[in-house]
């Protein structure tokens, strides 16, 4: 049974830093793209960014570039984003997601996600 | 980027009525070499993430009850939910993954009239 779990969020000052995981289990973690979509209460659905199986292609939503980084380990089977210059804007519940095939694209519809991580940003 | 607007933002539907929701994106998602067209439906009820129910466009995940069918090329796309249980009150969301960043709609809301 294919699972992620993610992990990590917290309540942060505005400018700090928050490294989130994702724990994934029941497949080939190395084998997929993986993927960062976040949600504000209340609000709709953001992508955030996605990674190439090894870790050589990433892809950011404008809002975040140059203040978030997606990472992968492989041997943990484990998904990160590091996020840094926080702000109250990117409050909100992180999930990990996972596509539905091992292709080498990164553009392809996700279909297993975590339960997410909140994050909440404020003084 | 790839704007994505759903229409409506919330609609009110009598059990074992059709629902249909819109999508329109601001540049055609339909890759020519493939003819596919890139394009996502889920929803998500209260307190849970999001399902997929379709992909490209119109081919239905597994598991997703047969009441669901999606439609549409190119720029505008349906969600049909062919007969409304109680279960598909949810917001549903249609995401395209044509370009990055991908971008979903706002979100339609779909109640019990």
């Known amino acids: 049974e294919v699972q992620l779990v993610e992990s990590g969020g917290d309540l942060v000052q505005p400018g700090g830093s928050l490294r989130l995981s994702c724990a994934a289990s029941?497949?080939?973690?190395?084998?997929?793209?993986m993927t960062w979509v976040r949600q504000a209460p209340g609000k709709g659905l953001e992508w955030v960014a996605n990674?190439?199986?090894?870790?050589?292609?990433?892809n950011y939503v404008d809002s975040v570039k140059g203040r978030f980084t997606i990472s992968r380990d492989n041997a943990r089977n484990s998904l990160f984003l590091q996020m840094t210059s926080l702000s109250g804007d990117d409050t909100a519940v992180y999930y990990c997601?996972?596509?539905?095939?091992?292709?080498?694209?990164?553009?392809?519809?996700?279909?297993?996600w975590g339960q997410g991580t909140l994050v909440t940003v404020s003084s | 980027d790839i704007v994505v607007t759903q229409s409506p933002d919330s609609l009110a539907v009598s059990l074992g009525e059709r629902a249909t929701i819109n999508c329109k994106s601001s540049?055609?998602?339909?890759?020519?070499?493939?003819?596919?067209?890139?394009l996502a439906w889920f929803r998500q009820k209260p307190g849970q993430p999001p399902q997929l129910l379709i992909y490209?466009?119109?081919t239905r995940e597994s598991g997703v009850p047969d009441r669901f069918s999606g439609s549409g090329s190119g720029t505008d796309f349906t969600l049909t939910i062919g007969s409304l249980q109680a279960e598909d009150v949810a917001v549903y969301y249609c995401?395209?993954?044509?370009?990055?960043?991908?971008?979903f709609g706002q979100g339609t809301k779909v109640e019990v009239k």
């Open positions: 029941g497949f080939t973690f190395s084998s997929y793209w």
């Open positions: 540049q055609s998602v339909l890759w020519s070499r493939n003819n596919q067209n890139y």
């Open positions: 490209w466009a119109s």
């Open positions: 995401q395209q993954y044509y370009s990055i960043p991908l971008t």
């Open positions: 997601a996972r596509p539905l095939t091992e292709e080498n694209s990164a553009y392809r519809a996700v279909n297993y």
């Open positions: 990674i190439k199986q090894d870790g050589s292609e990433k």
